[in-house]
């Protein structure tokens, strides 16, 4: 079975600053999606940014970005130039490959971090 | 973009009182699942329901949960006999699976309270 840790139940950071959240997991899958959701006040799920396993390269999305350690099973998200609308609790999650390729199967999640931007 | 609905937002139910929570997943989605977050915990994962059966069901999905795609466009979770304790946000989530490689889509949930 698989697990996911964020160590961290509650960050702050100030407007325009850099904030990293954690997340580790175990696992004894080899091929494998990790993901950042988030969940603002307003309560829906949103896909923040994914990594594939088997992808080396660190996975970027504008101001998110993510420092993906596999052999440590680590996968932190970074926050560039936060903005209050980053505040929200960002969850990390796992999802084990489907055999054949897709993504089929269910997310582990994380206990979440609640965010919260200063201004 | 297309988006997962759920309703009702907030439900309110009397121990003991059977209760169904609606989502409308995706459209040409394949693949759709429920969680559910009790207060202050982290997200759980429930049941995944693909071509119209249970595909993985978690420890929490016990013979007092059902889920339903009655009409093609409906996912419906059905809690039989409602206890206190499965007071919680329920999220309802689709994908387009396969080779895909799309993400789930999660819906804005549905507060639980049992009273």
């Known amino acids: 079975a698989q697990t996911v840790t964020q160590s961290q139940p509650e960050m702050s950071v100030q407007e325009a600053e850099t904030v990293t959240l954690s997340c580790t997991y175990d696992t004894s899958e080899n091929n494998y999606y990790l993901f950042w959701y988030k969940q603002p006040p307003s309560r829906q799920m949103i896909l923040v940014i994914r990594q594939e396993a088997y992808k080396q390269q660190n996975a970027t999305e504008n101001r998110f970005s993510v420092n993906f350690q596999k052999a440590a099973k680590s996968f932190s998200l970074k926050i560039s130039d936060s903005q209050l609308g980053d505040t929200a609790m960002y969850f990390c999650a796992f999802m084990k490959h489907a055999i054949g390729g897709g993504s089929n199967y269910k997310l582990t999640f994380g206990k979440g971090t609640l965010l919260t931007v200063n201004p | ?104 889509h999660f819906g804005d949930g549905t507060r639980l309270s049992i009273l």
Not at chain 2, 44 to 69: G, M
Request: charged residues 20%.
């Open chain 2, 1 to 104: 973009e297309p988006e997962v609905t759920q309703t009702p937002s907030h439900q309110v139910t009397q121990m003991g009182q059977e209760v169904i929570l609606r989502c409308v997943p995706i459209s040409n989605h394949l693949y759709f699942y429920w969680y559910r977050q009790i207060l202050g915990q982290k997200v759980e994962f429930l049941v995944s329901f693909y071509n119209n059966e249970i595909s993985e069901k978690s420890e929490i999905f016990d013979d007092q949960f059902s889920v339903e795609r009655p009409d093609g466009s409906n996912f419906t979770l059905k809690i039989r006999s409602t206890k206190l304790e499965d007071s919680a946000m329920y999220f309802c989530a689709s994908t387009l699976g396969g080779y895909s490689n799309q993400p789930q």
